[in-house]
């Protein structure tokens, strides 16, 4: 709270009143592009995290000799990693070599194509046929693309093996827009002073690869091409992603399920896009002898246009624009002269010092969290460079031992009863629900009974708590204590596989999407997703069972959708201002969902905590006794959101985020 809360109005700026203590105590690293209360929990784990990997192993008591074999192997591993990390001398001395590996392996995938007369032509490439343009053996772009699916880098479409909407108890093949071509959002590719920042820092990053490739490598005298950065190239590279930006879909129909969830059969694929040919693909990456019923198109219209500009951009400007995604990923796993600028430039999007690092430390010990692995590109929390998120997949070994010293079974179940005393209050909420009618609220109230809890950790697939199943599902990951790019590239290609390998399956629903240290409330940690509870947009798309249906007659629909209007407008009111001084205002509709899930659960933890007051009455915190305990709670909850962003972090959040700003979500709250 404010030192001096006394002198607040709430009603006039209740985030002072609540925040004003937190302000003054925590700033901004140099690091940093936020701070937040849930940044110094995990500023708090990190630490803890530390201590554990700078720490000799340490024997579990009371364990058999097989198990403390597989314990202290599973530590030494997350160690070698930590280690690799740590080395900066030996990173630096190795430079930018394993990348270019990368790129000549990424090179020899896709070579160039050659006019051949009756050289049978690649399987799916409609559009090289047409222009007389043959290769030897299958299409190079597609190996390309799946050589990339591989070491988890999306280059022209983000894959992703998830549930079944309609049908939750099987996984399919999703399509979708990248979530990030190059810059964080379409948004940006619409800012001329910041497109020429970008494409100067393209042409400078691979002409410097090229300059330390040349001496090295065995190259070809087409392989050139791979790094030609002349300003032509460059520009048509920037055009092609900001074209790919513009025709992905809006933040808000992304999240749409009635948008995203377009069924398409693998033909039918293969007619949105001809340039890629997705059984080939399938055959490298799918387990043998799998094919599609159907594939979930997150947007017909985006492989369309994605049809289009491989249609007629050039094989170089295609190849290099692999070559720079492949970059931008890896950019984080390699220190190398030539990688600066790019990551000077990450620097500068975010808002901070362009030549500011972050303690090393801190780098590997979240470099050990993620498992060193590449799934999806994405911008992380607290560094925000353009780097490769890590799946959970790989970060279960440093869970494990952080479980068992920080998160005891009494924790465990405390987090359990709270949920459970919650889920009570939605039920309860559900039967005054005036708006719902009877069929639906009753379908609603035997939803929240089947909502699956997941608190704390996983005690299958993987069982955190057993070292020899620990053991077992990284079996097939080799970590090095010298190799620390080595080591995110023999888990990204692990992660990959895991991901793949799933095709064909049944829905794993005892799979968690976060690892055990993670400081976030979960997503799809509640009922498989948190967005299809009742309380929020899109509930009301999914039935008891997880299946997207319409399960909600029309005079609910109604109900709901009168409203939900009000949070859309309530919270669309809300501005920020960009670093040029423009107003921007917060897209009520894409931050609807978490909107109401926000006033949905803070009412039912409200109520569920009155109800534990009143059979074990608490004490009144000293020195605050002129509150009653129903305002501490109002002055407590907020709290969780106290935080400081700098401004272009903040106008980021506006585009991608479907979470309103913390200060609105203060204010709202009070």
């Known amino acids: 709270m404010a030192p001096k809360h006394q002198n607040i109005n709430p009603c006039e700026d209740f985030s002072e009143f609540v925040c004003g203590g937190w302000e003054q105590k925590y700033d901004l690293r140099a690091d940093q592009d936020s701070v937040s209360s849930g940044s110094v929990m995990y500023e708090n784990s990190q630490r803890a995290l530390r201590h554990l990997l700078e720490s000799p192993y340490s024997d579990p008591e009371k364990k058999a000799a097989s198990s403390v074999s597989a314990d202290k192997h599973i530590f030494d591993k997350i160690q070698s990693a930590y280690n690799a990390c740590m080395d900066e001398k030996t990173i630096r001395k190795i430079g930018a070599e394993p990348l270019l590996d990368i790129l000549r392996k990424l090179e020899n995938s896709y070579p160039p194509p050659r006019r051949f007369g009756g050289i049978v032509s690649s399987p799916n490439t409609i559009a090289h046929e047409q222009k007389g343009l043959m290769e030897y053996g299958n299409d190079g772009l597609t190996r390309a693309v799946s050589y990339l699916s591989k070491i988890g880098v999306p280059a022209l479409v983000a894959f992703s093996i998830d549930a079944d909407e309609k049908d939750p108890d099987s996984v399919v093949l999703k399509m979708d827009a990248l979530d990030r071509p190059g810059l964080p959002s379409k948004e940006y590719y619409l800012d001329q002073g910041l497109l020429k920042d970008y494409a100067e820092t393209i042409g400078t990053v691979l002409e410097a690869l090229l300059r330390e490739a040349r001496p090295t490598a065995e190259l070809s005298s087409e392989t050139t091409m791979l790094f030609e950065c002349s300003k032509e190239l460059v520009k048509a590279v920037v055009d092609l992603e900001k074209n790919l930006a ?27 896009l001809p340039q890629v040919s997705l059984p080939y693909l399938l055959s490298i990456l799918a387990p043998p002898g799998f094919v599609p019923g159907k594939i979930i198109v997150g947007s017909p219209s985006y492989l369309e246009a994605l049809s289009q500009q491989l249609e007629n951009a050039t094989y170089e400007t295609l190849r290099a624009y692999l070559v720079w995604k492949t970059v931008q990923a890896y950019v984080g796993e390699a220190e190398d002269e030539a990688l600066v600028p790019l990551k000077r430039f990450n620097n500068k999007l975010q808002g901070k010092d362009p030549n500011v690092l972050e303690e090393r430390w801190r780098t590997c010990v979240k470099a050990v969290d993620r498992g060193l692995g590449k799934l999806v590109i994405s911008l992380d929390n607290t560094a925000h460079c353009y780097h490769v998120a890590k799946y959970p997949d790989s970060g279960w070994i440093l869970s494990k031992f952080f479980v068992e010293e920080a998160f005891s079974p009494t924790s465990k179940a405390f987090g359990d009863q709270v949920i459970h005393d919650i889920k009570n209050q939605f039920v309860k909420k559900l039967l005054t629900a005036e708006w719902m009618s009877k069929d639906v609220r009753d379908v609603a109230i035997d939803k929240v009974h089947r909502i699956i809890q997941k608190i704390g950790y996983p005690t299958r697939s993987p069982n955190l708590l057993d070292a020899t199943a620990i053991e077992k599902y990284y079996d097939q990951v080799s970590i090095s204590n010298s190799s620390y790019f080595g080591n995110a590239l023999a888990v990204a290609e692990f992660d990959s596989r895991r991901e793949w390998s799933k095709l064909g399956k049944p829905t794993n629903r005892d799979e968690w999407l976060m690892t055990a240290v993670t400081v976030n409330v979960g997503r799809h940690d509640l009922l498989w997703a948190r967005p299809k509870l009742t309380s929020s947009k899109a509930g009301r798309h999914y039935d ?127």
């Open 544 to 670: 008891e069972n997880g299946n997207y249906t319409d399960w909600w007659d029309s005079p609910t629909i109604q109900a709901f959708e009168s409203k939900t209007q009000c949070f859309i407008e309530q919270y669309s009111k809300f501005t920020i201002l960009d670093p040029d001084g423009k107003r921007l205002h917060v897209n009520g509709k894409l931050t609807l969902g978490e909107n109401i899930a926000d006033a949905g659960g803070l009412s039912a933890a409200f109520h569920a905590w009155k109800e534990i007051e009143e059979k074990q009455p608490s004490q009144l915190l000293p020195g605050l006794q002129h509150f009653t305990k129903e305002q501490m709670f109002f002055i407590t909850y907020p709290s969780l959101f106290c935080g400081k962003t700098r401004q272009e972090r903040a106008v980021n959040l506006i585009y991608k985020d479907p979470h309103s700003p913390s200060w609105a979500r203060i204010q709202v709250s009070g």
């Open 246 to 272: 513009l025709a992905s879909p809006d933040e808000a129909d992304a999240e749409d399920v009635t948008k995203y969830y377009n069924p398409r059969s693998l033909d039918e694929v293969r007619a949105l």
